[in-house]
């Protein structure tokens, strides 16, 4: 089991940045994979990074790339946002699964609640 809480979301204006955070308990939270997942208004889910076990391995959405980073330490997985655009706007929420990174959602056993990022124009 692997408890998820994400938390730095805010509102932000155009070329911002923001460090989103989810901080994982559980016994099983080292032996997973994390990634981050966000959900614009009236669209679905998309994948936007995604990083291994021991943190050797990372890959973002093309939408992300070089804005984008994520990593993680002992407990916690993060996600620095640089360079925010209006299209940012979204709930994030960050999961856990056994196994490699994965960009399919539901490979991902364990999800956070979300938090929400509002990038202005």
């Known amino acids: 089991q692997v408890q998820l809480v994400e938390s730095g979301g805010g509102l932000v204006q155009a070329g911002a940045s923001l460090r989103l955070a989810c901080a994982a308990s559980?016994?099983?939270?080292?032996?997973?994979?994390m990634g981050w997942v966000r959900q614009a208004p009236g669209k679905e889910r998309e994948f936007v990074a995604a990083?291994?076990?021991?943190?050797?391995n990372t890959f973002n959405a093309d939408s992300v790339k070089g804005r984008f980073t994520i990593s993680r330490d002992i407990n916690t997985v993060y996600l620095q946002m640089n360079s925010l655009i209006p299209e940012d706007t979204a709930v994030y929420y960050c999961?856990?699964?056994?196994?490699?990174?994965?960009?399919?959602?539901?490979?991902?056993?364990?999800w956070g609640q979300g938090t929400e990022v509002t990038v202005s124009s």
């Open positions: 999961a856990a699964r056994s196994g490699g990174p994965s960009r399919l959602q539901y490979e991902y056993d364990y």
């Open positions: 559980g016994r099983t939270f080292r032996r997973s994979a």
């Open positions: 990083i291994s076990r021991l943190g050797g």
